[in-house]
C-alpha cells in the first residue's frame, strides 16, 4: 500500500498573480519504507504534506493513497479517507492536556465508531510498542518531552494507517531523545509496511532513512541516502520495539 503523487501543481492567490508552491511534483513511496523530504524553509515541503494528506486540493495531478485515487473525493469521503488510512505525527504532539496517554489514543478509536473495549486494548499494544505501557495512565504534564512524542506517534498508528505523514518530529528534542523517536518510527515504519513521508531538517536523520527528497522552489528531485536504514532503536537505553497485531 503506497502513497504516489503524480504531476502535482499546487499555487495560491499572492496579490493579483499567483505563487506555485508546488510545481509538477510526482514522488511515490512504497509500502514499508521512509523517504525523508528535505529542503530550505520555503520550499514547498510542507505544502507536500498537506496535498499528501488530502487537506489541499492540488490544482492539478493525483493523489493515490493505498490504491485510492483521490481525485474528485468530496468532503466527507476525503474526511472517512484520512481517519482510516491516514496517520500525522504532528512537529508538537497537541495532546489533550485532561487525558491520559491511553485516552489520547481511544479518542482516535471513537471518532472510527470502534468500541470502547477494543479501542483500550488497541491503546495497551501501541503504547507498549513505543515503550511506554507503565505510563498509559499518566498525562502530558507528567510525561516527558520525548514521552510525549512517543503518544503522539502511537496515537497516529491508532486506526492502522496505510500512509504515515511526519513532520519534524523531533524538532523540540535534545539529540539523544531525538534519535531514539526517529528510530521508533524507522522501525515501526518497516514492521507495520507503512508509506511514512518524514520532513526534517536534520540532516543527521538521513542515514536511517530508505529514499530522500529534496523540495526547492516547489520542484522535487530525488536521490538515495548514503547509508541503509537502521533496524535498531538509537538513543534512550530500554525501549524495545515489540510487534503491533493489525486492527481488529
Keep these: ?37 528535505v529542503g530550505p524553509s520555503g520550499s514547498g515541503k510542507s505544502s507536500l504534506l498537506a496535498v499528501a494528506a488530502t487537506l489541499v486540493t492540488p490544482d492539478s495531478g493525483r493523489v493515490v493513497i493505498a490504491g485510492t485515487d483521490t481525485t474528485g473525493m468530496d468532503r466527507a469521503a476525503l474526511t472517512a479517507l484520512r481517519r482510516r488510512t491516514v496517520g500525522t505525527v504532528f512537529q508538537q504532539p497537541h495532546l489533550l492536556p485532561s487525558l491520559t496517554a491511553a485516552e489520547q489514543l481511544q ?18 499494544e501501541l503504547l507498549d510498542a513505543v515503550g511506554l505501557a507503565d505510563q498509559a495512565d499518566r498525562r502530558p504534564l507528567q510525561l516527558s518531552g520525548g514521552q510525549r512524542q512517543r503518544v503522539n506517534i502511537a496515537r497516529a498508528l491508532m486506526n492502522d494507517p496505510a500512509v504515515l505523514l511526519v513532520d519534524e518530529p523531533t524538532s523540540a528534542l535534545d539529540h539523544e531523545r531525538g534519535a531514539a523517536v526517529l528510530g521508533l518510527l524507522t522501525a ?23 529514499h530522500l527528497a529534496e523540495v526547492r522552489d516547489g520542484r522535487l528531485r530525488t536521490a538515495e541516502p548514503t547509508t541503509g536504514p537502521s533496524d535498531g532503536i538509537p538513543g534512550i537505553p530500554g525501549i524495545q520495539l515489540r510487534a503491533i497485531p493489525p486492527r481488529a
Excluded: E, F, K, N
Aim: glycine share 4%.
Design 1 to 37: 500500500m503506497s502513497l504516489d503523487l503524480t504531476d502535482i501543481t499546487l499555487s495560491y492567490p499572492d496579490g493579483a498573480s499567483r505563487l506555485t508552491a508546488l510545481d509538477r511534483v510526482t514522488l511515490r513511496v512504497p509500502a514499508g519504507t521512509v523517504t525523508a523530504v
Design 107 to 124: 479518542v482516535m478509536a471513537h471518532l472510527d465508531g470502534r468500541s470502547p473495549r477494543s479501542a483500550r486494548a488497541r491503546a495497551m
Design 188 to 210: 515501526l515504519t518497516h514492521q507495520r509496511a507503512t508509506a511514512t513521508v518524514l520532513v526534517t531538517h536534520d540532516p543527521s536523520h538521513l542515514a536511517a532513512v530508505d
